[in-house]
C-alpha cells in the first residue's frame, strides 16, 4: 500500500471532529511526555525512532491493521522512514507533514461570532501550542489581538477578506510564545498597543494600552475601560468588545485560571490576580462570551473547534473562580504550579525587542506545550 502525508490541517479536522486516529509517536519518550498531539479519540503508541532501525515486526501487534495510524516526529524524516516500513507490512498509514514542527505553528481560523453592526470575529486556533489569537472585523478594518509570530496567516485572512489591519493589540508581555504583534503593526502600519506597565523594558515604540480608552475598529468599539485586569503579569489588560465579548488575555480561561509567577513574582501578584478574577470581572454581565489567549486541554474545545465560554458559566464551573478562602486561593496559585514553559526568559527579551533570534532559534525557544495556567 503507499503511504502518505497528512498537512497539519487535515489532522486539526480530525481532532474538531472528535474522529478516532492511532498515532505512533517515534520521538524519544521524553519528548513524547511532555508534549504530543492531543485528540479526544486519539491512541497512542510512543517507540522511539532507533528502536525501529532493524524492523518493525516487534511492534506489529500493537498497531491496528484496521484503524487510520499517523507516524509522528520531530521533523518529518524519521516518520516517513517508519511509515514506509508500515505501508510495506499492508498497512494504511500517513505522516505528518513537517513533523511536530508543523504541528507547533499551525493556525485554524475559527469563526466564533457577529458583530452588531454586521462584523466578524475570528478565532486562531494554534492547536499545537494551546495559543488563541483574535481578529475583529468591522467595515473593511480588522484589530488583531495576541498574534503568534506566524504573521503571514493573519495578513493573508485579512487580504482574503478584503480587511485592512489598522490596530494590533497584546494583552500583555506573553512568555510563553513570541508575539508577532509588533511585525504585523510595521508591515501594515497599524497602531501596535501594549500594556505600559508591561513594557517598561521595551525597546520600541508602542500605544499605551491603558483602562478608559476606547478604540474603534470600522464601527465596532473595542473598549478598554476599566478592565485592567493585572495577575498573570502585573500589565494584563482585557478587553470587551461590542459588549458582547471578553478577550480575558491569560487572566482567565476555560477550565483554569491564569499563573502569576512567569516574571517571578507569584508572591507579589497573586492579590492582583484574585482581585482581578474576584471583583472586576465579577462587576460585568454574566452574558459576555468569555475569548481567552489560551486553552490548556482539548476538553476545552467545542464541537466547532472554537475555544469559547459564557462568564456566567465559568463563575459556576471553573474551580478557579470558586475559591472563598483567601489563604486557600494564595496556596493553589503559588504552590500548584506546572513547570514554567521552555525558555520563557529568552521569549519575554524577544517580546521586549532586547533579543531578536533568528526564525529557527524562535521554533525552538517555543517547542513544547504551553503552560500559562495554574493546574
Same mark, same amino acid.
Given at each position: 500500500?503507499?503511504?502518505?502525508?497528512?498537512?497539519?490541517? *487535515?489532522?486539526?479536522?480530525?481532532?474538531? &471532529?472528535?474522529?478516532?486516529?492511532?498515532?505512533?509517536?517515534?520521538?524519544?519518550?521524553?519528548?513524547?511526555?511532555?508534549?504530543?498531539?492531543?485528540?479526544?479519540?486519539?491512541?497512542?503508541?510512543?517507540?522511539?525512532?532507533?528502536?525501529?532501525?532493524?524492523?518493525?515486526?516487534?511492534?506489529?501487534?500493537?498497531?491496528?491493521?484496521?484503524?487510520?495510524?499517523?507516524?509522528?516526529?520531530?521533523?518529518?524524516?524519521?516518520?516517513?522512514?517508519?511509515?514506509?516500513?508500515?505501508?510495506?507490512?499492508?498497512?494504511?498509514?500517513?505522516?505528518?507533514?513537517?513533523?511536530?514542527?508543523?504541528?507547533?505553528?499551525?493556525?485554524?481560523?475559527?469563526?466564533?461570532?457577529?458583530?452588531?453592526?454586521?462584523?466578524?470575529?475570528?478565532?486562531?486556533?494554534?492547536?499545537?501550542?494551546?495559543?488563541?489569537?483574535?481578529?475583529?472585523?468591522?467595515?473593511?478594518?480588522?484589530?488583531?489581538?495576541?498574534?503568534?509570530?506566524?504573521?503571514?496567516?493573519?495578513?493573508?485572512?485579512?487580504?482574503?477578506?478584503?480587511?485592512?489591519?489598522?490596530?494590533?493589540?497584546?494583552?500583555?508581555?506573553?512568555?510563553?510564545?513570541?508575539?508577532?504583534?509588533?511585525?504585523?503593526?510595521?508591515?501594515?502600519?497599524?497602531?501596535?498597543?501594549?500594556?505600559?506597565?508591561?513594557?517598561?523594558?521595551?525597546?520600541?515604540?508602542?500605544?499605551?494600552?491603558?483602562?478608559?480608552?476606547?478604540?474603534?475598529?470600522?464601527?465596532?468599539?473595542?473598549?478598554?475601560?476599566?478592565?485592567?485586569?493585572?495577575?498573570?503579569?502585573?500589565?494584563?489588560?482585557?478587553?470587551?468588545?461590542?459588549?458582547?465579548?471578553?478577550?480575558?488575555?491569560?487572566?482567565?480561561?476555560?477550565?483554569?485560571?491564569?499563573?502569576?509567577?512567569?516574571?517571578?513574582?507569584?508572591?507579589?501578584?497573586?492579590?492582583?490576580?484574585?482581585?482581578?478574577?474576584?471583583?472586576?470581572?465579577?462587576?460585568?454581565?454574566?452574558?459576555?462570551?468569555?475569548?481567552?489567549?489560551?486553552?490548556?486541554?482539548?476538553?476545552?474545545?467545542?464541537?466547532?473547534?472554537?475555544?469559547? *465560554?459564557?462568564?456566567?458559566?465559568?463563575?459556576?464551573?471553573?474551580?478557579?473562580?470558586?475559591? *472563598?478562602?483567601? &489563604?486557600?486561593?494564595?496556596?493553589?496559585?503559588?504552590?500548584?504550579?506546572?513547570?514554567?514553559?521552555?525558555?520563557?526568559?529568552?521569549?519575554?527579551?524577544?517580546?521586549?525587542?532586547?533579543?531578536?533570534?533568528?526564525?529557527?532559534?524562535?521554533?525552538?525557544? *517555543?517547542?513544547?506545550? &504551553?503552560?500559562?495556567?495554574?493546574?
Amino acid at each position: 500500500m503507499a503511504f502518505k502525508a497528512m498537512t497539519s490541517k *487535515e489532522v486539526t479536522k480530525k481532532v474538531f &471532529n472528535k474522529e478516532n486516529l492511532f498515532v505512533l509517536d517515534v520521538r524519544n519518550e521524553s519528548d513524547f511526555q511532555d508534549w504530543k498531539i492531543e485528540g479526544r479519540n486519539f491512541r497512542y503508541l510512543n517507540i522511539p525512532y532507533f528502536e525501529l532501525l532493524d524492523g518493525i515486526e516487534e511492534i506489529m501487534d500493537k498497531i491496528p491493521a484496521d484503524q487510520e495510524i499517523l507516524v509522528v516526529c520531530a521533523k518529518e524524516g524519521s516518520s516517513v522512514m517508519v511509515a514506509e516500513m508500515l505501508s510495506d507490512a499492508g498497512l494504511d498509514v500517513s505522516y505528518l507533514q513537517g513533523g511536530m514542527k508543523a504541528w507547533s505553528e499551525h493556525l485554524e481560523p475559527v469563526k466564533v461570532g457577529d458583530l452588531k453592526d454586521g462584523g466578524e470575529v475570528y478565532q486562531f486556533v494554534r492547536i499545537g501550542k494551546g495559543c488563541l489569537s483574535y481578529m475583529v472585523i468591522s467595515n473593511g478594518e480588522a484589530a488583531i489581538i495576541d498574534a503568534t509570530r506566524m504573521t503571514d496567516l493573519y495578513l493573508e485572512f485579512a487580504e482574503g477578506i478584503g480587511a485592512t489591519i489598522t490596530h494590533v493589540f497584546d494583552t500583555h508581555l506573553h512568555a510563553d510564545h513570541i508575539s508577532g504583534g509588533r511585525a504585523i503593526a510595521e508591515q501594515t502600519n497599524a497602531t501596535y498597543w501594549l500594556p505600559p506597565k508591561d513594557a517598561t523594558e521595551v525597546t520600541f515604540d508602542y500605544e499605551p494600552l491603558e483602562g478608559g480608552i476606547d478604540v474603534t475598529i470600522g464601527e465596532t468599539k473595542i473598549n478598554i475601560h476599566s478592565l485592567y485586569s493585572p495577575g498573570h503579569t502585573i500589565g494584563s489588560t482585557s478587553f470587551v468588545v461590542d459588549e458582547k465579548f471578553l478577550l480575558s488575555g491569560d487572566i482567565l480561561f476555560i477550565d483554569s485560571i491564569g499563573r502569576p509567577d512567569l516574571a517571578g513574582k507569584a508572591e507579589d501578584w497573586v492579590g492582583d490576580l484574585r482581585e482581578s478574577l474576584y471583583t472586576r470581572y465579577r462587576e460585568l454581565s454574566e452574558e459576555l462570551v468569555v475569548l481567552p489567549a489560551h486553552f490548556m486541554i482539548i476538553d476545552e474545545l467545542n464541537d466547532d473547534g472554537s475555544v469559547a *465560554e459564557k462568564l456566567g458559566t465559568l463563575f459556576e464551573k471553573n474551580h478557579g473562580l470558586n475559591i *472563598e478562602d483567601e &489563604n486557600e486561593f494564595r496556596k493553589l496559585v503559588t504552590e500548584n504550579l506546572p513547570p514554567q514553559p521552555n525558555a520563557y526568559q529568552e521569549i519575554r527579551e524577544t517580546n521586549m525587542g532586547k533579543i531578536n533570534p533568528d526564525t529557527e532559534k524562535q521554533r525552538e525557544m *517555543e517547542i513544547g506545550p &504551553n503552560r500559562c495556567a495554574v493546574r
